[in-house]
Nanobody
Framework: QVQLVESGGGLVQAGGSLRLSCAAS????????MGWFRQAPGKERELVAG????????YYAASVKGRFTISRDNAKNTVYLQMNSLKPEDTAVYSC????????????????WGQGTQVTVSS
């Protein structure tokens, strides 16, 4: 089973940017969809972005489309989430996740999770 470790979270002002990284180990990284979820206090966990194994196709939640970009570097076993034009509403714990197969836009396919990293956007 893959192990996922996130980094890059922190405190940023509204309008600013952060880049999250997720380092994977223990499984054939390039064979599976990868994604980022977030969960704010009192809110349901939501899939923010997903990316296919090839990196050629991706999914974004409507709330982040145009502001966030997901990418992956299979040679480095790493997936990234570039977050621009951040809003206070983006404040949440962000978790990297790996799909059990090639799916990247279907939340139930994600079964392996990182520990999460806090992103706080001040207004």
């Amino acid at each position: 089973q893959v192990q996922l470790v996130e980094s890059g979270g922190g405190l940023v002002q509204a309008g600013g940017s952060l880049r999250l990284s997720c380092a994977a180990s223990g499984r054939a990284f390039s064979s599976y969809g990868m994604g980022w979820f977030r969960q704010a206090p009192g809110k349901e966990r939501e899939l923010v972005a997903g990316i296919a194994w090839s990196g050629g196709r991706s999914y974004y939640a409507a709330s982040v489309k145009g502001r966030f970009t997901i990418s992956r570097d299979n040679a480095k076993n790493t997936v990234y989430l570039q977050m621009n034009s951040l809003k206070p509403e983006d404040t949440a714990v962000y978790s990297c996740a790996a799909s059990v197969d090639a799916r990247y836009d279907y939340p139930p396919a994600y079964r392996v999770w990182g520990q999460g990293t806090q992103v706080t956007v001040s207004s």
